[in-house]
């Protein structure tokens, strides 16, 4: 298990830009939201200090990850999407999650997005199959 978090917003950003057709934007009370497929495209990531100086990082989960992570200490349901039954985390530390295995998450959450974009966009942007 990890107890450091290094993962900062710029490290946070610099990696989800490295991943396929996404888009940024800074908005809900200055938080860095990442969407696949253009600026119209689906929510993968968002981060921002919520909560004090750690950065609190929220992604889209399958059923599985969902079920495994949201009582471990440092994660929760992520507020908002989780209480409208969507599987969406919050990292709000890094005892459960470290910066190796959130990149492993936010990858899958970028993969889940891509799969609620339009068939004909995801063949459009190679992300079919």
């Known amino acids: 298990m990890a107890t450091t ?3 900062n917003l710029d490290d946070y ?3 989800c830009r490295s991943l396929l057709h996404t888009s940024h934007v800074v908005q ?8 696949v497929g253009g600026a119209k495209g689906k929510v993968f990531a ?7 100086p750690s950065l609190d990082i929220i992604f889209k ?3 599985l990850t969902f079920d495994l992570l949201k009582d471990q200490p440092g994660m929760r349901p992520a507020p908002y999407f989780a209480s409208r039954g969507l599987l969406w985390l919050q990292r709000r ?5 470290d910066d190796g295995a959130l990149q492993d ?3 899958e959450s970028h993969r889940l997005a891509a799969l609620n974009l339009p ?4 063949r459009e942007l190679g992300l079919a199959g």
């Open 46 to 52: 968002i981060a921002s200090h919520w909560h004090g």
């Open 13 to 15: 950003n610099t990696f």
């Open 61 to 63: 989960a399958s059923d």
């Open 119 to 122: 068939k004909h966009v995801q």
């Open 5 to 7: 978090a290094k993962m």
């Open 105 to 107: 998450y936010l990858r």
């Open 93 to 97: 530390t890094p005892e459960t999650v």
């Open 28 to 35: 809900w009370d200055n938080a860095h939201v990442w969407k």
